[in-house]
T-cell receptor
């Protein structure tokens, strides 16, 4: 069965510091992987996606993610966090249907 | 591009009444739309997949007679919560997929339903 694990429920980083949000997945075939961001009371915005090819993918807002098949991971990174990045981040896997992780709430301290 | 809207953004209704939520793809035609439910501080739970012109496919455990989904056109899907009860209070989010895309879904801003 498909599943996504985001082991960190909350993460707090200082503004300007680097960020890595972890995502591990279980999927029976070649996965399609996504990262979404959700601000309070809002829908989800697609940050980036991986389907095939280069395992390092670039997204919007300065985010990137690296697909590591051997580790079944698709971690999200950003070299320098801004206060406006505070939100909840969801990793998702799937094709016709998406399975979402539980989300990681990012807090940014000034 | 790929903008999805929902209406209303929030609604309060009395127990036993029905409420309709609209989901529209504004700048693309969506052959497939999805309805999710999100509980506070939890992830999204897929309720159903809606294909234009055909019956929706509901996930296990979702009552199809309670959550009526209609996808009458390529830009509009509606979710009607019938005979709503307080336990139906939740954040409902729709998404749409472009027919030329690669499985990515574009999400609406969500509808906060409160049943009193």
């Amino acid at each position: 069965a498909q599943s996504v694990t985001q082991p960190d429920i909350h993460i707090t980083v200082s503004e300007g510091a680097s960020l890595e949000l972890r995502c591990n997945y279980s999927y029976g075939a070649t996965p399609y992987l996504f990262w979404y961001v959700q601000s309070p009371g809002q829908g989800l915005q697609l940050l980036l996606k991986y389907f095939s090819g280069d395992t390092l993918v670039q997204g919007i807002k300065g985010f990137e993610a690296e697909f590591k098949r051997s580790q079944s991971s698709f971690n999200l990174r950003k070299p320098s966090v801004h206060w406006s990045d505070a939100a909840e981040y969801f990793c998702a896997v799937g094709g016709n249907k998406l399975v979402f992780g539980a989300g990681t709430i990012l807090r940014v301290k000034s | 591009g790929a903008v999805v809207s929902q209406h209303p953004s929030w609604v309060i209704c009395k127990s036993g009444t029905s409420v309709k939520i609209e989901c529209r793809s504004l700048d693309f035609q969506a052959t497939t739309m999805f309805w999710y439910r999100q509980f506070p501080k939890q992830s999204l739970m897929l309720m159903a997949t809606s294909n234009e012109g055909s019956k929706a496919t509901y996930e296990q455990g979702v009552e199809k007679d309670k959550f009526l989904i209609n996808h009458a056109s390529l830009t509009l899907s509606t979710l009607t919560v019938t005979s709503a009860h307080p336990e139906d209070s939740s954040f409902y989010i729709c998404s749409a997929r472009e027919p030329t895309g690669q499985y990515e879904q574009y999400f609406g801003p969500g509808t906060r339903l409160t049943v009193t």
